[in-house]
């Protein structure tokens, strides 16, 4: 498996087999807050994470060059009335079924916290939805521990 940062021309490929089946399992889990829009449904842009230092998307991909699994983050920067440095935020993780429970997961968050590091960080942080187990299971096994619960409401 090779790992590496997505550029423009992966564009069609990381939309297609990995950000369209990632976003629409969020949507199945939760319809009302993750309903997607035309575009993400068939053409997502990963220009969001590509033009700005303080974005990435990492992808893994197997010797044949099959996209495994994808996972894209951010530094987000600290409030000045805090004495700490920032945290790199992990806004997507993805790994394709068939590629799960290989070390993918934890190699592709590997990068995003070495990046992090690159930038000065000193936390890494990600949301996992309350009802996704595995997930919460998968994170706490590397070694995050949960600190706040995440609240919303509809308005």
């Given amino acids: 498996m090779r790992y590496r940062q997505a550029t423009a021309d992966d564009q069609p490929r990381i939309a297609r087999d990995l950000l369209v089946?990632?976003?629409?399992?969020?949507?199945?889990?939760?319809?009302?807050?993750s309903?997607?829009?035309?575009?993400?449904?068939?053409?997502?842009?990963?220009?969001?994470?590509?033009?700005e230092d303080d974005r990435v998307l990492f992808v893994a991909e197997t010797d044949s060059g099959d996209l495994a699994g994808n996972v894209s983050g951010a530094?987000?920067?600290?409030?000045?009335?805090?004495?700490?440095?920032?945290?790199?935020?992990?806004?997507?993780l993805y790994v394709k079924p068939e590629y799960r429970r290989a070390g993918v997961a934890t190699d592709l968050l590997d990068r995003l916290v070495a990046w992090g590091r690159e930038r000065d960080c000193g936390f890494?942080?990600?949301?996992?939805?309350?009802?996704?187990?595995?997930?919460?299971a998968f994170f706490e096994d590397y070694g995050m521990t949960q600190q706040y619960h995440s609240m919303r409401m509809q308005l």
């Fill in 75 to 92: 530094v987000s920067p600290t409030p000045p009335i805090y004495d700490r440095p920032p945290a790199v935020y992990c806004d997507g």
């Fill in 21 to 33: 089946p990632a976003y629409e399992a969020a949507e199945e889990r939760e319809p009302e807050y």
């Fill in 35 to 51: 309903n997607l829009t035309d575009q993400a449904r068939t053409d997502p842009d990963i220009s969001y994470w590509l033009e």
């Fill in 124 to 136: 890494f942080s990600l949301s996992v939805h309350v009802d996704n187990d595995g997930g919460k």
